[in-house]
């Protein structure tokens, strides 16, 4: 199932679609049925499948030209991409409550520290970056459908992760 733009723009509509369901009272209910673990279980294999789905996908696709962009915004990941970097980085090697596997950062009662006392979401605003700054360097329609859907799964995402996380323990 790679080859075709289709085949990438199917792809992330997948990813986002897991990411998005997982944020909404139908993961309660599922919760409810089956329990936490068979759900992170599912989730973490649903998404890395996805994921996986979108990289082979991407690689496979032809280039189709969207748009040209113009020759400054050629170095926009050069610029953002070392932020984008720190705050991955930061992001995977500060206890987090926002993240998955984060509640006992929330049960500890240890205030923010590092990347935490700028934003809840490094790792958010580090796909964010990345994504904006491969939109305006490149015009192919294979990378706006992978980078433009990552962007907004992690925008989106921002806001829908503290309602989910709000939901399970009631505070952030």
């Not at 599912?42 to 996986?52: C, E, I, K, N």
């Not at 400054?72 to 953002?80: Q, R, T, Y």
Request: aromatic share 8%; glycine share 10%.
């Amino acid at each position: 199932m790679t080859g075709s733009v289709d085949h990438v723009s199917y792809a992330v509509i997948v990813f986002v679609c897991i990411h998005i369901l997982s944020s909404t009272t139908l993961r309660a209910f599922v919760v409810g049925r089956v329990g936490e673990r068979v759900i992170t279980t599912g989730f973490s294999l649903l998404s890395g499948a996805a994921f996986l789905w979108l990289l082979l996908a991407y690689a496979a696709a032809p280039f189709e030209a969207g748009w040209t962009p113009p020759p400054a915004l050629k170095w926009a990941p050069l610029i953002i991409m070392p932020l984008a970097f720190i705050l991955l980085v930061t992001s995977l090697t500060t206890p987090n409550p926002a993240m998955a596997g984060g509640d006992r950062a929330l049960e500890s009662g240890t205030t923010a520290i590092g990347i935490m006392t700028i934003t809840r979401h490094p790792l958010f605003w580090s796909i964010a970056l990345w994504g904006i700054s491969h939109l305006l360097a490149r015009g192919d329609l294979a990378t706006i459908w992978m980078a433009g859907g990552m962007t907004v799964l992690a925008l989106a995402g921002m806001p829908l992760q503290d309602r989910k996380k709000m939901q399970i323990k009631g505070a952030l």
